[in-house]
């Protein structure tokens, strides 16, 4: 049996990249925030590695003082604290604090910068600045602001990056810069020796080397912004394109209506004999010309129908909460004659919870659903709906179950696009427009339901709608009836909007 499953909760604005602008452009509150909370996650696995350095030290401790790190100071130790602490208030200021003037996501993350630079500061004076690879480590913050920042920004950064390392090899040879002819102190100790040229020499060359880095990165993140941004335009250009596209179906569906439905009626004028007697051929003949009229109306309905889903998905604030359990059963009411023409029969065992969704919507999906059940199964067949609800998880699930024709492995994951249908398919249901599955990923998208799709030939298929944040619909009617016979008490506004932060359906 193949397995599928559907998703459409993706964002619409897939191609966005967090560093957008270029230049001088300055980034927007929500993509520094998103940098900020990446430094901090990013900040967490520095930590856990310090950790790891200390137990190592630990049982190690002669070795790391054979290849030149010091780490009997506590170094790691203090390092250690003032991130976590760091990490601990830069997350308190992005999420329990008001925005303000000295509380913004740029100041919090310049704070994490300088922060990051001294303390790695302290790791490359005690690992060693000349000796070991840690300055190398400056790289990596040069590399980060050239992605998350503007290039002024960027350059800022590897400024700061080359005065604290030269700040570094100053406290580590104070005489360093001090000239010879100074009276102040003993000329031996101001003499150019090996060791201060090649303290000089390894200053110079990395800050060469930041540099280098700094050019680089910052010009490919400026070639890759400009490309995001023109692959924004271009998706922009394709939506507007596809809304036209939309548009163009609607008015020709319209324009196909009428025309459609006079050739309907004058069909139905000559079957009935309205217009004189005709023979049983011509009968014939007009049957099968409103056979095909009548799968023309049904697409027509369809292609309006899916313009009225995808026109209300634009509206985000029309959500409603609504009862799957009526839902359901209103639409096994509406297709029951169709299921008893083929002598069907369709069993429900559902339970009633309540979800957030657009009005009406919910009915076209599992109307679809349904309806697509029982079209293909066979003749004096049966057709399941069953629905679990999770008290615990706060989620359902709803099943429909045929034991029709099913759908090949190959055709599987390509059922849910528009106008496609199997051969097969086809072949069973030649009134078949290829729409009705595309109306049910309309409707999950703009709901954000997750669907699975289990299917073998000839065995059946079974569609799986997925629902998240649910409510107790019992639990629902209970408040009501508070509410109606006066002994609801209103609760805190502390705690009614803690409820209602936590998603689904909670009484009004």
Known sequence: MAVAE??????????????????RAKLSDQVLIGNARWFIIFRWAVIALLIGFQIFALIASDTLTTIG??????????????????????IYALDFRPRTRYNSPSINIWAQIIVDLLCLSIVVHFAGSIGTPAPFFYVLHIVLSCIFFSTIESLIVTALVCCMYGTVLLIENPLLFLAPQSVLIDSGAAEVTPLKVNILLWMVTLDVLFLIVWYVVSRLAIVVRTNERHLMDAYKQISQAQVEKDRYAVLMTHQLKAPLDAIRSKIGLVKGNYCGEVSPEIKDILGKIDDRASGMAGLILDVLKLERLKAAARDPNNHECVNIGPVIRKCIDKLGPIANSRQIRVNASTEDFLVQCIPNQLEVLFENIISNAITYSYDGGSVEIVSKFNRQSLSA??????????????????IFDEYFYAPRAALHNRTSSGIGLSIVRTVAENNKLHIQVASERDVGTAFSVLFQDVGNASDMEKEMQKINTGKYVAADPAEESLEHSKGGCQPA
């Open 6 to 23: 559907f998703s459409w909760d993706g964002s619409k604005n897939r191609f966005a990249f967090p560093g957008a602008g270029v230049g």
């Open 69 to 90: 790190i010091t780490h009997q100071q506590g170094w790691p130790v203090a390092v250690t604290a003032i991130l976590s602490i760091a990490n601990i208030f830069y």
């Open 397 to 414: 699930v709803v099943t429909v179950i045929d034991h029709g024709i099913g759908i090949g492995d190959t055709e599987l994951p390509h």
